[in-house]
């Protein structure tokens, strides 16, 4: 079936730097990928959608400038979290829609610590 | 908002057991409805789908059941193994369009057999 790389899988940094979480579709193409963000024992909640060729939209509450979104090519979907802060410690999750049937292909997360 | 919930945050089994985790739904548009495994420090995983023009589907060990009337999901696993702990979602997906792949989870149940 497809596959869905994130990477990398568990990042810890300093409050204040910036991390860049990557995306990667790696047997099928995807005009449209989606980013999820889930704190401990919570559900996953849409962050934003990412589009190739085109901007990001983003859900509401979610700040735009503070997670930067780059779907860079038709594989390829990255979100960079700047000036992190320990609030922004939390689990990334990526999706690709398959063909056909809206089923989502996730990748394996990011667990992200700011320190 | 409409939103996608569950009644039991956690169920305890015994292995062989036939384990229920249910879900209800409030966004009566949805006409899509999928059941995800999530590990621990992983991402969802496929279990299965339906659509609501069904109301019963099968797969390997597992039943996903759909009443449109009273809006409630349930996924039945059969002979429940020790490779089965996990947390279980339900996710909806609302009609095409912009919507698309945009899927709504809801809270999550873990479920914990024990041998």
């Known amino acids: 079936g497809a596959v869905v790389s994130q990477h990398p899988s568990r990042v810890i940094c300093k409050s204040g730097t910036s991390v860049k979480i990557e995306c990667r579709s790696l047997?099928?193409?995807?005009?449209?990928m989606f980013w999820y963000r889930q704190f401990p024992k919570q559900s996953l909640m849409l962050m934003a959608t990412?589009?190739?060729?085109?901007?990001?939209?983003?859900e509401q509450g979610v700040e735009k400038d503070k997670f930067l979104i780059n779907h860079a090519s038709l594989t390829l979907s990255t979100l960079t979290v700047t000036s992190a802060h320990p609030e922004d410690s939390s689990f990334y999750i990526c999706?690709?829609?398959?063909?056909?049937?809206?089923?989502?292909?996730f990748g394996a997360g990011t667990r992200l610590s700011v320190l | 908002g409409e939103s996608v919930g569950l009644h039991l945050p956690t169920l305890s089994v015994q292995e062989g057991d036939n384990s229920i985790i249910n879900c209800a739904y409030s966004?009566?548009?949805?006409?899509?409805f999928i059941w995800y495994k999530q590990e621990s420090g992983k991402g969802p995983q496929f279990i299965i789908d339906?659509?609501?023009?069904?109301d019963k589907r099968q797969g390997q060990r597992v039943t996903v059941l759909l009443n449109k009337t009273v809006k409630h999901l349930s996924l039945q696993i059969a002979a429940t193994q020790p490779g089965d702990s996990a947390v279980y979602f339900c996710?909806?997906?609302?009609?095409?369009?912009?919507?698309?792949?945009?899927?709504?989870f809801g809270q999550g149940t873990i479920l914990t057999v024990h041998p």
């Open positions: 999706s690709a829609p398959g063909t056909g049937i809206n089923i989502q292909y």
């Open positions: 047997d099928f193409q995807a005009t449209t």
């Open positions: 990412s589009n190739e060729g085109s901007k990001a939209t983003y």
């Open positions: 966004n009566s548009a949805s006409d899509y």
């Open positions: 339906i659509r609501s023009n069904m």
């Open positions: 996710a909806e997906n609302p009609p095409g369009g912009t919507s698309y792949g945009k899927l709504t």
